[in-house]
């Protein structure tokens, strides 16, 4: 399918180009787009099955908005008034005679004459009164809205085509909390509580100032800044002097998005309130959640939607300033409820938000709109979360039966928790599903058969392309296996398999043996998975508690980064490892290698307790590092959504 993409995108100074950039990265696996991110292109709507326009309320939408009245197709409305942005397509080009027109479109004749009052300049536009979002809806084929409460403003509008809620998909951004808190002269202890983008009085800062005033009062050393562009109409230094805040409140103004979620990473705690609404999302809220911040958003429109847990919801009107005051009382006198806060935040939009979800939403709306069919919303985290329950662990007795050897023994032994785990995060399979495992030592390999299904399990190992061994094992219970073992060199040989031709891949401990091209591999199982395919990652974690303690002591943080010295006689030695990976870095590889991250966790290879690394810790939560992911082993999974993204990503190769 064709898609024709109309939006503004960065360097616009749009929070809905931000968003268009984030949702293009996981959309063009799944649907084949074209991007019109201004009027000076040519559209020929002959080429696409469907343009897909992204409308916001103001100017930078002018072009999006004239295109979609003109050529049919699916709208999504980032908010329920669009007055500003007809303002700026009639008034700001001297059209009066439009102004006037619309108006009455959208409202009769009263909104009409209010309109002639706004033309002599007696009035100002009737802004929140005049929605101005008849005229698209009446044209459009479809529309896409981030909330139930979106939704109910569309039908209210009277709009009876389809439509569908997809939520805004959150970023999980990483940011140098101690860095820019050194940047801000911050030391790492000192509360800090920001309010983030354009500064406008809905925002909700009056409000919000006297409140952190009365909190200085009890907290002084409490801090405050506030990032992004003043308003034009809104004095906020001034405002700031006169409450006596001068040296605990700083206005950043315009911060680049590097900055500005750096910025957002050195707080503890951000405000995102906001009155009146007219249905809009926040990309800042979504960022903040991925942060992992403890967050307070005005309960009204959409952020009523987010779960009471993840958010403190403040009412807006009496009471107001008391309430922000005392959640910021809260949450700076007990950080350990503003982090629990935090947490269950980054892991509700992780889950719920994700961009690859959001895509895969936009892309089955698309399909069924251009098909004139009706829309199932899919529910992919639900089948995950299905499979998952089904894959539970493989009892450790039944591993312990296929170690026929005393040297698979030994290798249980020490592997056993890691297998264990393997198996509990590996998909289940059907009759007519083919398995490859990575490194087939014969440990898990029965049991991707007997236990989760699969109707072909085949091995394959390092060695000369072209060799096959057929290898037969039996259980001390007597059950038989056997399998084909393929060999080839990963990092520079085509698999010997056809292109989507498998229903998962498992790669166990053995990336971090790669010498030069890690990303061959990726491309590779990428190739021979079939849509919707799952790859199953495990490898040890050089971010953990264990490679933190080595590196501050003056050690390598690596498990096995030690050469091997020559062996005497002919016996087979482990590979030593060329490059252990953080979590996020695993994160990173399968998304460039087109996948959707369904699973990252880390955990123990032994089932032992590393008491020894509690100062470690305390050192994390001290300087609010995550303590997430430290775990000695990464155990992953991604699931097929499109072709590899970046054959070279430069956060891998030089």
């Known amino acids: 399918m064709r898609v024709a993409f109309f939006s503004p995108l960065p360097p616009a100074r749009s929070g809905i180009a931000d968003y268009s950039e984030a949702l293009l990265g996981s959309l063009k696996p799944l649907v084949e787009v074209e991007t019109f991110a201004s009027a000076e292109q040519e559209f020929d709507a002959t080429r696409f099955d469907l343009p897909l326009y992204h409308v916001g309320n103001n100017g930078f939408h002018a072009f999006v908005y004239e295109t979609a009245l003109e050529h049919a197709g699916v709208v999504v409305l980032h908010e329920s008034n669009l007055h500003h942005l007809i303002t700026d397509i009639t008034i700001r080009r001297n059209d009066w005679d439009g102004y006037v027109r619309e108006c009455e479109f959208e409202g009769g004749a009263e909104a009409r004459a209010f309109a002639e009052r706004v033309r002599r300049l007696e009035v100002g536009p009737d802004y929140e009164g005049v929605r101005m979002t008849r005229r698209i809806l009446e044209s459009a084929r479809g529309v896409i809205v981030h909330s139930r409460f979106m939704r109910d403003e569309v039908r209210e509008a009277g709009y009876k085509g389809p439509v569908a809620v997809i939520p805004h998909g959150a970023w999980i951004p990483q940011a140098d909390r101690n860095g820019f808190r050194h940047k801000l002269g911050l030391d790492e202890l000192t509360p800090l509580i920001g309010i983030f983008g354009f500064l406008k009085p809905y925002k909700r800062i009056a409000e919000s100032l006297r409140a952190f005033r009365r909190l200085t009062r009890l907290v002084p050393n409490v801090k405050m800044i506030l990032v992004g562009e003043p308003h034009a109409e809104f004095p906020v230094e001034a405002m700031i002097r006169s409450m006596g805040l001068a040296s605990s409140v700083r206005v950043l103004g315009f911060a680049p998005i590097e900055d500005f979620v750096g910025y957002l990473g050195a707080c503890d705690i951000v405000l995102n309130l ?29 952020f009523q939607e987010f779960p009471d847990d993840v958010c403190l919801k403040v009412p807006v009107g009496a009471g107001e300033e008391d309430l922000i005051f005392e959640y910021l009382n809260l949450l700076v006198s007990r950080p350990e409820v503003a982090k629990a806060l935090g947490e269950r935040a980054k892991d509700y939009v992780a889950r719920e938000c994700n961009w690859a979800s959001v895509a895969a939403q936009y892309a089955a709306f698309l399909d069924a709109v251009a098909h004139g069919r009706e829309y199932t919303q899919p529910d992919a985290a639900v089948a995950v979360t299905e499979a998952k329950a089904e894959a539970v662990e493989t009892p450790a007795e039944y591993l312990q039966s ?10 249980l032994a020490t592997h056993e928790t890691r297998l264990l785990k393997t198996l509990a995060i590996t998909p289940p399979g059907g009759p007519g599903d083919r398995i490859l495992e990575m490194g087939a030592y014969l440990q898990i390999t029965p049991a991707l058969h007997s236990k989760l299904g699969y109707g072909e399990v085949r091995g394959c190992y390092y060695g000369k392309l072209g060799k096959s061994d057929h290898r037969t094992v039996t259980s001390t219970e007597g059950e038989p296996f056997e399998c084909e073992i393929d060999h080839f060199d990963a990092e520079k040989d085509r698999f010997p398999y056809e292109d989507e031709s498998f229903a998962t891949v498992v790669c166990g401990e053995l990336i971090e043996h790669l010498f030069e091209d890690p990303m061959h591999l990726m491309s590779e199982v990428n190739r021979i ?36 010295r020559p062996a005497e006689g002919s016996g ?68 097929k959504t499109g072709a590899v993204r970046e054959r070279y990503p430069a956060w891998l190769y030089s």
């Open 274 to 302: 906001r009155y009146p609404t007219v249905g809009e999302s926040s990309g800042t809220l979504l960022r903040s959640l991925g942060l992992g911040k403890a967050v307070m958003v005005s309960e009204v429109g959409s």
């Open 402 to 411: 296929w170690a026929v050897s005393p040297a698979s023994a030994s290798y």
């Open 529 to 564: 998975l079939k849509p919707g395919g799952h790859f199953v990652v495990t490898t040890p974690n050089i971010a953990a508690l264990r490679g933190i303690s080595a590196i501050l002591q003056g050690y390598h943080p690596g498990f096995f980064h030690a050469y091997i």
């Open 572 to 639: 087979e030695v482990d590979a030593r490892h060329n490059r252990e990976y953080a979590p996020r870095e695993i994160y990173q590889l399968l998304e460039n290698s087109g996948f959707e991250v369904t699973l990252l966790e880390t955990g123990e290879f032994r089932d032992e307790p590393h008491p020894e690394f509690g100062w470690i810790h305390h050192l994390l939560e001290r300087y609010r590092f995550g303590t997430e992911l430290r775990g000695d082993g990464i155990y992953a999974v991604g699931r």
